[in-house]
């Protein structure tokens, strides 16, 4: 089994900064791909931003030039820097790694205020 762990969501006002973190732990496969996910309100779960073992990022248009993914192997943790938010960033923020089997953490509510 794998836990994952997320931190850093809260409140900020349009504009500026948040850095969530998410920590796993448990059997981890040594390759493995970790990203962020994203719910608002009455919407689907959307894709956010993900990374490989390798470093290797890719992310939703809507967060491109805004959002910055990176891990640390070492401490199984992966990062989202997120700079000049919007209140539509607003969601709860969901980290997931994908092993054998997709694993998903408990998910952190980010809010941008206007």
């Known amino acids: 089994q794998v836990q994952l762990v997320e931190s850093g969501g809260g409140l900020v006002q349009a504009g500026g900064s948040l850095r969530l973190s998410c920590a796993a732990s448990?059997?981890?496969?040594?390759?493995?791909?970790m990203g962020w996910s994203r719910q608002a309100p009455g919407k689907e779960r959307e894709f956010v931003a993900g990374?490989?073992?390798?470093?290797?990022?890719n992310y939703a248009d809507s967060v491109k030039g805004r959002f910055t993914i990176s891990r640390d192997n070492d401490k199984n943790t992966v990062y989202l820097q997120m700079n000049s938010l919007k209140p539509e960033d607003t969601a709860v923020y969901y980290c997931n790694l994908v092993g054998l089997r997709i694993y998903w953490g408990q998910g952190t509510q980010v809010t941008v205020s206007s």
């Open positions: 990374i490989t073992t390798g470093g290797s990022p």
């Open positions: 448990g059997s981890i496969r040594s390759v493995n791909r």
